[in-house]
């Protein structure tokens, strides 16, 4: 039984080896579809906000706002990357706001910090903007007040509650006017430098990457995936009789489901082998550009990269597999590996970074193979050992092997009856 296995193993490979043109055509289309997804969200996405970035003008009466309220606006990353901020006279930010120069002009009175600390209504600021009246900008640009007016009056009850415990444990007015001026710097320092106080989370969905790193892993899972379309011929034969003279042979459905797994691999293999083979002569030849797209200057960066990615190929093999096993016929299993692979795609990710699809969708998504395999990817171009992940795609692609064997012997003993 070995030396037929053997056998049968050969002509599966062959087999294979006859698709390798099909298959690499459609992966190419496919390739050309993720490139035009990519370059056209990066350009949405990013340049888009450097261009309609709103114009504000900022009428700093209070002394203190004039050396603080700017570091603390332009401090805000997610709100530079809508708003620009201009410092101006009200005289000038009305005028400008009257000629279209400014999109909105806030002004801060002469006491607004000392009536925030003092919670006092006199140190309320004043958004003047017709264009942007009632808008969700005029809302984001409100909260953005908000929020720092809440971390001062936050910072004015900690200086007051401290000062408090001082003067009941008999400190000397000298000492706690040293005591008020020390914690006002310290906490006006927390408010401009709000990282210092909390923690941030990346919500972008691409996992901090830029979206062309991103899209390139997703690609290569969302590849690998469809790529299975050209299998067909391979994994799905509507006759039955090579099957039943196998049987007759040893040759039974863990034999069957284990060479035609091992087929599959193989092809995976040879296009993620040529994934990798072309980004190694791109570091060659121009290694500016590995470093630009994918932060990428050694070798050994870009072979952890691949050698981390390998457990992505077993994972999905067993899910191409397990789909056309499930098909009642060839075509049945092209149509069903397509639509699983789309929803797949979608839920966890692949197509539209994940950030930006419903909760629940996202709920859903996160424990989707297609999520694993998007995480290992991404682990491995930000040369990150994800060792939970790895072995989360290790138990998946065995789970899915072993239910396709027992799917096919189950077949096997229904037809057999």
């Not at 789909?323 to 539209?352: D, E, H, K, P, R």
């Amino acid at each position: 039984m070995g030396r037929l296995f053997r056998h049968f193993l050969f002509l599966e490979g062959k087999r294979a080896w006859k698709i390798i043109p099909q298959y690499y055509l459609g992966t190419a289309l496919l390739v050309a579809l993720f490139v035009v997804v990519t370059l056209t969200g990066n350009t949405v996405l990013n340049d888009g906000e450097k261009k309609d970035a709103v114009s504000i003008a900022l009428v700093m009466n209070d002394p203190y706002l004039k050396n603080y309220g700017m570091d603390v606006l332009q401090s805000a990353s997610s709100a530079t990357s809508i708003f620009s901020f201009i410092e101006t006279t009200e005289e000038e930010g009305r005028r400008g706001l009257s000629d279209g120069r400014y999109d909105g002009v806030m002004v801060f009175p002469e006491n607004f910090v000392d009536g925030v600390f003092g919670d006092d209504s006199v140190g309320a600021a004043t958004m003047y903007s017709p264009k942007m009246s009632n808008s969700l900008n005029q809302a984001l640009m409100e909260g953005i007040v908000e929020v720092g007016t809440n971390l001062l009056g936050a910072s004015a009850a900690y200086v007051n509650s401290a000062l408090f415990v001082a003067e009941q444990n008999g400190v000397d007015n000298v000492v706690r006017k040293r005591m008020q001026a020390e914690l006002e710097t310290k906490l006006a320092d927390r408010v401009i430098n709000r990282e210092q106080s909390f923690v941030t989370e990346d919500a972008s969905g691409t996992f901090g990457q830029t979206l062309i790193q991103y899209y390139f892993c997703a690609g290569i899972v969302m590849l690998l995936m469809l790529g299975g379309v050209a299998c067909g011929t391979l994994l799905k034969s509507d006759a039955r009789s090579l099957e039943d003279q196998l049987a007759m042979r040893g040759i039974g459905p863990l034999l069957l489901a284990t060479a035609r797994y091992l087929a599959v691999l193989v092809l995976f293999f040879a296009f993620y082998l040529t994934v990798f083979g072309a980004l190694f002569v791109v570091w060659l030849r121009w290694p500016d550009v590995t470093e630009k797209y994918f932060a990428i200057t050694k070798f050994r960066e870009l072979w952890f990269w691949f050698v981390s990615g390998l457990p992505v190929l077993l994972l999905a093999a067993a899910i191409v597999l397990l789909v056309y096993t499930l098909a009642a016929n060839q075509i049945g299993g092209i149509l069903l590996l397509f639509l699983v692979t789309l929803l797949m795609g979608y839920a966890s990710g692949c197509i539209v970074p994940s950030a930006y699809l419903p909760k629940a969708v996202r709920s859903v998504g996160r424990h989707l193979p297609t999520a694993t395999m998007l995480h290992v990817s991404v682990g491995g171009l930000t040369q990150i050992a994800d060792k939970a992940g790895t072995w989360l795609v290790l138990a998946e692609a065995a789970t899915g092997f072993a239910v396709t064997a027992a799917l096919m012997k189950w077949n096997r003993w229904r037809a057999q009856r």
